[in-house]
T-cell receptor, first 114, second 114 residues
Framework: DVKVTQSSRYLVKRTGEKVFLECVQDMDHENMFWYRQDPGLGLRLIYFSYDVKMKEKGDIPEGYSVSREKKERFSLILESASTNQTSMYLC?????????????FGDGTRLSIL | AQSVTQLDSQVPVFEEAPVELRCNYSSSVSVYLFWYVQYPNQGLQLLLKYLSGSTLVESINGFEAEFNKSQTSFHLRKPSVHISDTAEYFCAVSERSGYSTLTFGKGTMLLVSP
């Protein structure tokens, strides 16, 4: 079974801090994704990566960056956290090849910015 | 670009009653269709998917969805729900020729009461 692990379930940070959210998958998937989930808005794609050191902007990349130095790890970085980045963050991974591959999700990190 | 509309944000239903969760999509190209489920405090899990072939697809826990190309719909149904089906359900699409990114609807919360 695919396992996607997010390093923290709950995180509280202060405005202006640099915040790192970590995600690791154990199934050698090429694709990895970061979403944020807000009530009434569903999931919105922040960034994705289809290979090591490759990244693509999603629908809402502003205020975020990502890093993928190893195939199994995909990090989301909030350069200077702001209160409007308080949200649930979900990481996912999938096999490459065709877009019919399902995405496998971690349990999420609930981030609060004070 | 594609979009997904889930017409109901919340669907309350009694145990053992039938339920239908509606999903309509818009896309200028052919798509794959997915339903994901999110139980409380968990990430998303794939429930079922339509890739090609028979327009009726089924999950292992009694849900089914029918792809209707003319109405651009992919409604999810279950003839008899259980308390344990209480969760949020997300409809999603991906382009057949693009990256493996998903566009999600805003979700429908299914509330099953005794």
């Amino acid at each position: 079974d695919v396992k996607v692990t997010q390093s923290s379930r709950y995180l509280v940070k202060r405005t202006g801090e640099k915040v790192f959210l970590e995600c690791v998958q154990d199934m050698d998937h090429e694709n990895m994704f970061w979403y944020r989930q807000d009530p009434g808005l569903g999931l919105r794609l922040i960034y994705f990566s289809y290979d090591v050191k490759m990244k693509e902007k999603g629908d809402i990349p502003e205020g975020y960056s990502v890093s993928r130095e190893k195939k199994e790890r995909f990090s989301l970085i909030l350069e200077s956290a702001s209160t409007n980045q308080t949200s649930m963050y979900l990481c996912a991974s999938s096999l490459s090849g065709t877009p019919n591959q399902p995405q496998h999700f971690g349990d999420g990190t609930r981030l609060s910015i004070l | 670009a594609q979009s997904v509309t889930q017409l109901d944000s919340q669907v309350p239903v009694f145990e053992e009653a039938p339920v239908e969760l509606r999903c309509n999509y818009s896309s200028s190209v052919s798509v794959y269709l997915f339903w994901y489920v999110q139980y409380p405090n968990q990430g998303l899990q794939l429930l079922l998917k339509y890739l090609s072939g028979s327009t009726l697809v089924e999950s292992i826990n009694g849900f089914e969805a029918e792809f209707n190309k003319s109405q651009t719909s992919f409604h999810l149904r279950k003839p008899s729900v259980h308390i344990s089906d209480t969760a949020e359900y997300f409809c999603a699409v991906s382009e057949r020729s693009g990256y493996s990114t998903l566009t999600f609807g805003k979700g429908t919360m299914l509330l099953v009461s005794p």
